[in-house]
Nanobody, 115 residues
Framework: QVQLVESGGGLAQPGGSLRLSCAASGFIFSINAMGWYRQAPGKQRELVATITSRGRTNYAGPVKDRFTISRDNANNAVYLHMNRLEPEETDVYYC?????????WGQGTQVTVSS
């Protein structure tokens, strides 16, 4: 079955960096677009970044020029490198893919930005 497993979350200082990873299995990773989303308690889940099967990227406005999404098709993994983190970006970050019009999500990884 489809599995998405995030890792790499944790505590970062304001202005710091973190790298999130998502290990994917159960589908043909190389031909599917992947995405990262985030959600704070009581708020809607929001798009952070996406990457197509060919590597074309798209970013939400607030993270442009600070976050980088990338993928490794040989290892069925997608990454989110986050720079210059802000306290307001304390959220649970989720990996996502859509297959046959159905969304799949990982369990999420907590990112806390605090001094």
């Amino acid at each position: 079955q489809v599995q998405l497993v995030e890792s790499g979350g944790g505590l970062a200082q304001p202005g710091g960096s973190l790298r999130l990873s998502c290990a994917a299995s159960g589908f043909i990773f190389s031909i599917n677009a992947m995405g990262w989303y985030r959600q704070a308690p009581g708020k809607q889940r929001e798009l952070v970044a996406t990457i197509t099967s060919r590597g074309r990227t798209n970013y939400a406005g607030p993270v442009k020029d600070r976050f980088t999404i990338s993928r490794d098709n040989a290892n069925n993994a997608v990454y989110l490198h986050m720079n210059r983190l802000e306290p307001e970006e304390t959220d649970v970050y989720y990996c996502n893919t859509t297959l046959a019009f159905r969304d799949y999500w990982g369990q999420g990884t907590q990112v806390t930005v605090s001094s």
